[in-house]
């Protein structure tokens, strides 16, 4: 996931610098458990855990859950399925289906040259040539069109055309394997090994499983002689993890022009799962994603012999700079209605919650002090703090080429990830008001994001330029509808709890919580704005569970346990039958 990344995080973005591969996966790796999991939070509490009585009234207001969705009309199929999904021959075939597309490696990198010039995207025709043998079926079934050689959009025609399609979305790229890591893997990182409970190698997790288990899902439905009413439509990008310029941007406009602005019904691409917390298992659809931008800080001025150096050189100015940066972090603030306050709402279900947390909770929506306690004990934990906000983070910095020369050059970048409550303007604002003192201070003409903040013709020591550096910025994006008239979220939520009741035998409605979740990093979703109001990223994968992370996303060690696996397939097949069957326009 692209952060999933990179999830990177974030637009429409034009190619991004080179960086070494080792460089890349360690961002990827750093980023990825914030984007992955960044509406599943996890934190030991501060103080002591108070009681809970699970008969306690809760205002029903408060996150409010649906029962489980069963599919009628589809039922005897769906319970079929779900029999066959259990079977131990079920679950070798679900195995060769994963470990297969896991052993052909489809890398993205940076700065990949375009389709047709770069050899290295050679590698996804091998991949499409795998699809077609693994699911003859959907082969033979769904058109397949192709975007870009290598994108690829599949149309499940439904037998009624006025109905919306449901769109489903999943990439085909992983990020790279960095060669030095290979040694650090328990078992090859492109062998599909499967152990006896989990499939190891890239993608296992991220996000060949979404691909893979989507296909099985469909080939099993097509195997059994579903024919649906409703048009179910797959996308498929083959460079997420590289911001998606080649794939989903080329996608969106074909999507766009088959079923029309705001023609599909709902969308459901790679995202966050499922785990405990604070004695409650927890699902998290993600309902908007943070914006993105990368800001250049370039400061300029008179070179000459290191013998006779000014008071400040650009490195000094620029590190003055960048300490009062770190100095001034984005006020962060929790507000009533967020997609953060509703995560938040949503622990009061929870049975290990503190009390005097839970009373505050319920009490924070017309009480602003029980507001503000709230937030306090919530940003306690560093994580959940940097969902709410607006991120800094300097990455990036330069200066100087020889030890005995004065640098007349000093950048750096600071990246953000914008707060869904604020914007990219209001990010550069923020960044050009905080440095014009020292502009002024170290008489410094002063440009921020093409505009001239000092006078022009005034003198100078040197130059401040702000810009936005590798990529154009992107707005958080929209939130996606989720009240109880929301009928694609409450559809979705029922359809979650269906999967994880009925891949353990459960039938109640307490199983676990629904709750809207926010990503940090940025999907496939970010291109398809346009497609449809009801954009949801959900993965259905056992991912928290314990304060575990997903096992090796972005790093050494990828796997995924064949169960979840399953169970990733059981949620796409109950959520394209109850889509079907559904009211959605």
Known sequence: ??????????????PRRTLSSGRVMT??????????FASTFLWKAPYGIGPYNSRQEVNADICPQVSELIPKSNGALWKTLGDTYET????????????????IPTE????????????????FGAFHDYLSKAFPLVHATLEVTKVNTYGLIYVWKGTSSSLKPLLLAAHQDVVPVEETTIDQWQYPPFSGYFDGERVWGRGSQDDKSGLIGTMSAMENMLEN????????????????ETSGLHGAQMLAPVLLEMFGENGYAMLVDEGSGYGEQFGRVIATPGVSEKGYLDVMINVASPGGHSSLPPLHTSIGILADMLVNIERNPFEVHLERGSSTYKIAQCLVHTPELPASLRRDIIHAEHDERALRRAEQELFKNPMFKSLVGTTQAIDLIHGGVKVNALPEQAWAVVNHRISTQSSVTATKRRDTELLLSLASQFNLSYTAFGARITDADAPAFGTLTLSEAYTHGLEPAPVSPTGQDAVPYQLLSGTIRAAYNSHRGLSDDDSLIISPGIMSGNTDTRYYWKLTEHIFRYGHTDGARGGSIISGVHTVNEAIKISNFVEMIQFFTTLILNVDESELP
């Open 225 to 240: 002689k579903f024919q649906p009413t409703r048009t179910v439509v797959l996308a498929s990008g083959f460079d997420e």
């Open 108 to 123: 993205s990198y940076d700065q990949m040259g375009p389709v047709g010039t770069d050899p290295r995207w050679e590698k």
């Open 1 to 14: 996931m692209n952060e999933k990344t990179d999830d990177f995080l974030p637009g429409v973005l034009p």
């Open 27 to 36: 961002l990827r790796s750093s980023l990825v458990v914030v984007a992955v």
């Open 88 to 103: 131990d021959a079920f679950k070798m075939r679900a195995v060769d289906w994963l470990a297969g597309a896991v052993r």
